[in-house]
């Protein structure tokens, strides 16, 4: 019961992390850690604008 | 575990697998349940991935658990990042799933549920799925290098540079295809336009959330704005029950073409955060969802398929697209067969994430094998109307006329039964005033899956909801795909200018910015609109440019693959992406002949506009005729590029084969990697 639990909590947190991937929550904690920022609206602003041409330049398909 | 098991276990599935193909294909008759084709792509799927891929990866690619890739080897925190492989496939996985594995199937339900289902599954495992994985590898090994950038080092300049025009005229197709689906699926329809016009308040809402009151928390605001869009869908029935509101959001199909360009063009040209970055949250947010849903429910659910295997119109005169089985299912079905769009994402974001060699199988052969299984799901989707709904909905005007007793007796002397009342009473129970000449796959899509849907949760009373939550779905992420689209090749057409005139380079420059978007949206607007105009309802002809061209990028994609197996001296594998390379030439060349020169001007563009010419002449004829020559000449331009790739690319293979040439393959040295290599 208890690895079962165990696997399903391993499972949770891969679909957390999958999630936090594709919505860039994971792309702007990198972004904090990197630039020794504590999360705000200045530094979010800042994170954008780096992010931007970034993530706009990948084309997405049909 | 013990080898005899695994042995019995794989020859179990192969032979349910034989078993559910079996059934899929020799069923005749009766209706068939959607099991079989849910228990035959399952299997079709893990023997493919078992078997198929682990040999491209042991005998041919010879995958590297020691080599490190240039996540680890260039890590930065930005572009370059070791990610979990499950991360990895997520995020590959969300980026190659658009409207086209939807939309595609749909349309070539026309000829039944067999020949979509058969291409998807052989296409996927033996097509589309090789070449997602190889180019993503060779990428890998080639420090993250884009497909042109590869098509230029191992072809020759040659094809980089037919790369490059191929992938800027598939995204120009391509966003007028998309666009024009959003016009067919919202004209007249004051439910679905209100819903898709409250995303953009929702947007903004969710732009100004993120930004100023809780910052980077994406997830916590794409939940809110999806809760705040079922509330629109939910208020959109009364929208459209109150005379002057349902007149404020009911518009004709030029008009909502217009109010597309304009769209268009500001979300190219305007800053993102405040629009575009939470609505593309918000998009992806409800595509995993639905997708989710749709794929429970089709399994929980199985419902019964109403559409024969094979129905009259596999000789050709179909009405929702005109043209003989062989060769356009094979490219109305792109995406969920095999889609060149798909190597762009497997050289582009993927590669510069990627932990290990090891793990591009996983998610370059295993992400399309996702997608090819949403494909089979909209396959599902469209065949569980019965197929008189499927057809009313899917001809365009022109075919089975405006007037919905004539649209519907047509329909019925081909053998598929409707009448008047029964889309009377459909389009009631949806929410809309009429389901005839709604061309274009998204509507018969959304009524398959609120039929689906409506059959267990909410019955009869929520399927009205659930038809809008399907359009709202589609037109949210093809809206999406449009404006990052958009801004794609606006990047694309500025960093080409720039080696011409320095500024024009210049990413933040606005008259630069401005330019490009006009010339961007007028160039797919241009397609817009004379898909609107098109009084054969615009998908007949723009439809098969699209997957035409869209093949044709595989078939350069394939080129490069076949180019640089035969460098690494394994030409006697090469037919790994040698045949369906052979098969997308034969499929692709046969299909542009058609388009360009058939007799039929249903099918041929030059045909159809000597028919238009020998009539009675008006602006609008003249029109159409010209767009008629502009897709023949469209079609034959990219047929001859690719033919030049094929040629030089094939100059490359007879060089080193014969000994003329050096076999020199140009990735990036090798760097053994800081991790320890796992087992398996």
Same mark, same amino acid.
């Given at each position: 019961?208890?690895?079962?639990?165990?696997?399903?909590?391993?499972?949770?947190?891969?679909?957390?992390?999958?999630?936090?991937?594709?919505?860039?929550?994971?792309?702007?904690?990198?972004?904090?850690?990197?630039?020794?920022?504590? &999360?705000? &609206?200045? &530094?979010?602003?800042?994170?954008?604008?780096?992010?931007?041409?970034?993530?706009?330049?990948?084309?997405?398909?049909? | 575990?013990?080898?005899?098991?695994?042995?019995?276990? =794989?020859?179990?599935?192969?032979?349910?697998?034989?078993?559910?193909?079996?059934?899929?294909?020799?069923?005749?008759?009766?209706?068939?349940?959607?099991?079989?084709?849910?228990?035959?792509?399952?299997?079709?799927?893990?023997?493919?991935?078992?078997?198929?891929? %682990?040999?491209?990866?042991?005998?041919?690619?010879?995958?590297?658990?020691?080599?490190?890739?240039?996540?680890?080897?260039?890590?930065? $925190?930005?572009? +370059?990042?070791?990610?979990?492989?499950?991360?990895?496939?997520?995020?590959?996985?969300?980026?190659?799933?658009?409207?086209?594995?939807?939309?595609?199937?749909?349309?070539?339900?026309?000829?039944?549920?067999?020949?979509?289902?058969?291409?998807?599954?052989? $296409?996927?495992?033996?097509?589309?799925?090789?070449?997602? +994985?190889?180019?993503?590898?060779?990428?890998?090994?080639?420090?993250?290098?884009?497909?042109?950038?590869?098509?230029?080092?191992?072809?020759?300049?040659?094809?980089?540079?037919?790369?490059?025009?191929?992938?800027?005229?598939?995204?120009?197709?391509?966003?007028?295809?998309?666009?024009?689906?959003?016009?067919?699926?919202?004209?007249?329809?004051?439910?679905?336009?209100?819903?898709?016009?409250?995303?953009?308040?929702?947007?903004?809402?969710?732009?100004?959330?993120?930004?100023?009151?809780?910052?980077?928390?994406?997830?916590?605001?794409?939940?809110?704005?999806?809760?705040?869009?079922?509330?629109?869908? =939910?208020?959109?029935?009364?929208?459209?029950?109150?005379?002057?509101?349902?007149?404020?959001? /009911?518009?004709?199909?030029?008009?909502?073409?217009?109010?597309?360009?304009?769209?268009?063009?500001?979300?190219?040209?305007?800053?993102?955060?405040?629009?575009?970055?939470? #609505?593309?949250?918000?998009?992806?947010?409800?595509?995993?969802?639905?997708?989710?849903?749709?794929?429970?429910?089709?399994?929980?659910? @199985?419902?019964?398929?109403?559409?024969?295997?094979?129905?009259?119109?596999?000789? $050709?005169?179909?009405?929702?697209?005109?043209?003989?089985?062989?060769?356009?299912?094979?490219?109305?079905?792109?995406?969920?067969?095999?889609?060149?769009?798909?190597?762009?994402?497997?050289?582009?974001?993927?590669? %510069?994430?990627?932990?290990?060699?090891?793990?591009?199988?996983?998610?370059?052969?295993?992400?399309?094998?996702?997608?090819?299984?949403?494909?089979?799901?909209?396959?599902?989707?469209?065949?569980?109307?019965?197929?008189?709904?499927?057809?009313?909905?899917?001809?365009?005007?022109?075919?089975?006329? *405006?007037?919905?007793?004539?649209?519907?007796?047509?329909?019925?002397?081909?053998?598929?039964?409707?009448?008047?009342?029964?889309?009377?009473?459909?389009?009631?129970?949806?929410?809309?005033? /009429?389901?005839?000449?709604?061309?274009?796959?998204?509507?018969?899509?959304?009524?398959?899956?609120?039929?689906?849907?409506?059959?267990?949760?909410?019955?009869?009373?929520?399927?009205?909801?659930?038809? @809008?939550?399907?359009?709202?779905?589609?037109?949210?992420?093809?809206?999406?795909?449009?404006?990052?689209?958009?801004?794609?090749?606006?990047?694309?057409? *500025?960093?080409?200018?720039?080696?011409?005139?320095?500024?024009?380079?210049?990413?933040?420059?606005?008259?630069?910015?401005?330019?490009?978007?006009?010339?961007?949206?007028?160039?797919?607007?241009?397609?817009?609109?004379?898909?609107?105009?098109?009084?054969? $309802?615009?998908?007949?002809?723009?439809?098969?440019?699209?997957?035409?061209?869209?093949?044709?990028?595989?078939?350069?994609?394939?080129?490069?693959?076949?180019?640089?197996?035969? %460098?690494?001296?394994?030409?006697?594998?090469?037919?790994?992406?040698?045949?369906?390379?052979?098969?997308?030439?034969?499929?692709?060349?046969?299909?542009? =002949? @058609?388009?360009?020169?058939?007799?039929?001007?249903?099918?041929?563009?030059?045909?159809?506009?000597?028919?238009?010419?020998?009539?009675?002449?008006?602006?609008?004829?003249?029109?159409?005729?010209?767009?008629?020559?502009?897709?023949?000449?469209?079609?034959?331009?990219?047929?001859?590029?690719?033919?030049?790739?094929?040629?030089?690319?094939?100059?490359?293979?007879?060089?080193?084969?014969?000994?003329? #040439?050096?076999?020199?393959?140009?990735?990036?040295? +090798?760097?053994?990697?800081?991790?320890?290599?796992?087992?398996?």
């Amino acid at each position: 019961m208890r690895r079962m639990l165990k696997k399903i909590g391993a499972f949770a947190e891969t679909g957390i992390a999958v999630l936090r991937e594709i919505f860039d929550e994971a792309a702007y904690a990198r972004f904090l850690n990197r630039a020794g920022m504590v &999360s705000s &609206s200045e &530094s979010y602003a800042a994170f954008r604008r780096e992010f931007e041409e970034a993530k706009t330049r990948r084309p997405k398909c049909c | 575990m013990n080898k005899t098991i695994s042995v019995l276990i =794989w020859a179990a599935i192969a032979a349910l697998g034989a078993v559910a193909v079996g059934a899929v294909a020799l069923h005749r008759g009766e209706p068939i349940n959607a099991l079989w084709l849910v228990v035959a792509a399952t299997c079709c799927y893990a023997v493919g991935y078992r078997f198929y891929s %682990k040999f491209i990866s042991a005998r041919i690619l010879t995958l590297d658990g020691q080599r490190a890739t240039p996540a680890e080897r260039l890590e930065n $925190g930005r572009d +370059f990042l070791v990610t979990n492989k499950w991360v990895v496939f997520g995020h590959h996985f969300a980026a190659i799933a658009g409207p086209g594995p939807l939309v595609g199937p749909v349309l070539a339900a026309q000829f039944g549920y067999l020949p979509g289902t058969m291409w998807v599954l052989a $296409g996927a495992v033996f097509a589309g799925c090789v070449q997602d +994985f190889v180019i993503l590898l060779f990428s890998v090994r080639r420090d993250g290098k884009s497909l042109t950038e590869m098509a230029k080092d191992e072809i020759g300049r040659v094809g980089g540079f037919v790369a490059y025009v191929a992938v800027i005229a598939i995204l120009i197709i391509l966003l007028g295809v998309a666009a024009l689906i959003v016009v067919n699926a919202l004209k007249a329809s004051p439910w679905g336009t209100f819903t898709i016009a409250m995303t953009m308040p929702i947007a903004l809402l969710m732009g100004v959330y993120l930004r100023r009151i809780r910052p980077g928390r994406v997830l916590e605001v794409s939940a809110l704005g999806f809760v705040l869009v079922l509330a629109a869908i =939910w208020g959109g029935q009364y929208v459209s029950q109150h005379e002057a509101m349902a007149r404020l959001f /009911t518009f004709s199909a030029p008009t909502l073409a217009i109010l597309i360009m304009i769209y268009g063009f500001a979300a190219s040209a305007l800053p993102v955060w405040l629009l575009l970055a939470p #609505r593309d949250y918000l998009s992806t947010f409800v595509k995993l969802g639905t997708i989710a849903l749709l794929a429970v429910g089709i399994v929980l659910l @199985h419902p019964t398929l109403h559409m024969p295997a094979l129905t009259r119109f596999v000789d $050709g005169t179909g009405p929702v697209f005109a043209g003989k089985i062989f060769p356009f299912a094979f490219i109305t079905i792109a995406c969920g067969a095999i889609s060149g769009f798909h190597a762009l994402i497997s050289s582009g974001t993927t590669p %510069k994430m990627i932990a290990r060699e090891t793990e591009t199988r996983m998610v370059g052969y295993g992400a399309m094998m996702a997608e090819s299984a949403v494909a089979i799901m909209a396959i599902i989707a469209a065949c569980v109307m019965q197929p008189g709904i499927y057809f009313a909905i899917n001809s365009p005007a022109g075919i089975v006329g *405006q007037a919905p007793a004539a649209a519907a007796a047509t329909i019925s002397s081909w053998g598929f039964p409707v009448t008047a009342a029964d889309m009377q009473s459909l389009a009631h129970a949806v929410g809309e005033q /009429t389901l005839f000449n709604r061309t274009g796959g998204a509507p018969a899509f959304a009524v398959g899956m609120a039929h689906i849907f409506s059959h267990s949760l909410g019955g009869e009373t929520l399927m009205a909801l659930w038809y @809008h939550f399907a359009i709202m779905f589609e037109a949210l992420f093809i809206l999406t795909i449009l404006d990052a689209g958009t801004r794609v090749a606006r990047f694309m057409v *500025q960093d080409a200018l720039g080696h011409v005139y320095k500024p024009l380079g210049r990413t933040s420059w606005y008259p630069s910015i401005l330019a490009t978007s006009a010339l961007i949206v007028g160039a797919w607007g241009y397609f817009l609109w004379q898909g609107v105009k098109d009084p054969l $309802g615009g998908i007949n002809s723009l439809w098969p440019l699209f997957g035409i061209s869209n093949q044709l990028l595989a078939t350069v994609a394939l080129c490069v693959a076949t180019t640089i197996i035969i %460098k690494m001296h394994r030409a006697k594998y090469a037919a790994v992406t040698l045949v369906p390379l052979a098969w997308l030439v034969a499929v692709t060349f046969t299909a542009s =002949w @058609h388009k360009m020169f058939d007799a039929n001007p249903r099918v041929g563009f030059l045909a159809q506009a000597r028919v238009l010419a020998a009539g009675p002449m008006s602006p609008a004829t003249v029109r159409v005729i010209f767009n008629n020559r502009l897709d023949a000449a469209v079609t034959g331009v990219l047929v001859v590029m690719v033919t030049l790739v094929l040629v030089e690319s094939a100059r490359q293979w007879i060089g080193i084969l014969s000994g003329a #040439r050096e076999a020199r393959v140009k990735e990036s040295p +090798f760097v053994r990697t800081r991790f320890v290599e796992e087992r398996g």
